[in-house]
């Protein structure tokens, strides 16, 4: 069976992340994908220059149509920009109860511009975190969550991880890129216990998209896979690799994306 997966997130002009990375994350992973709109942005490698949000009941009418006629196997959720967007989209979601939901809880971009509001914060702690099967924060957003300090150990890495579990995801991954060192740490953790995965930082700057592509590679392996950690394997294997032939690309003059499709081309 072919995987249906949805992405529910902002569109990037520059193609190396949103909507965009998702689609050929999925693609490369052999799975159909999908898309509900959330925002618009004019972005390239240097930047984010613009957004314009989407009115929240034409991404709920998006959310319907496709819910409403395609199997979904699973969806995973990005860029959300605004707190009536993000209770639109937890709306859509308790009425269809897909079968697996990835939430990549995106607030701001490689370049530091903010692709959600922080009003809107609330609405992804209380409305998207329990409807979440795994949460995908970086250090900093799992701090804006839970409105503590950043993590600066991979103890405290975990002590967080546990404490968003507790606030209604059913697994959380904790990104660990933030932190200083030759390695890129990551956790997992889950109601089971805690999983550390790790891979040796690879020397290039481009490296636009790849929480976008991390958590689309998720959304699209769940399906596969009999749990989190053979699915987290998975996907960072798949991540390693483009991320690996990122500089095989000639993409604009500053952070460019990775090579989702490494293995063809």
Known sequence: MIVNVLTIAGSDSGGGAGI??????????????????????????QGVHAVHAVPPAFVLAQLDAVLADIRVDSVKIGMLANAEIVAAVARGLRQHRPACVV????????????????????????????????ITPNLPEAAALLGCAEAQTEQQMQEQGHALLQMGAQAVLMKGGHLGGNESPDWLITTAGATRFAAARIPTQHTHGTGCTLSAALAALRPKHPDWPSSVHAAKSYLLAAIAAADQLQVGQGIGPVQHFHAWW
């Open 20 to 45: 965009q990375a998702d689609l050929k994350t999925f693609s490369a992973l052999g799975a159909y994908g999908m898309s509900v709109i959330t925002a618009l942005t004019a972005q390239n490698t």
């Open 103 to 134: 939430l990549d809880t995106v607030m701001i971009a490689k370049g530091g511009h903010p692709l959600l509001l922080p009003e809107a914060i609330a609405g992804i702690r209380n409305e998207l975190l329990p409807l979440a099967d795994l």
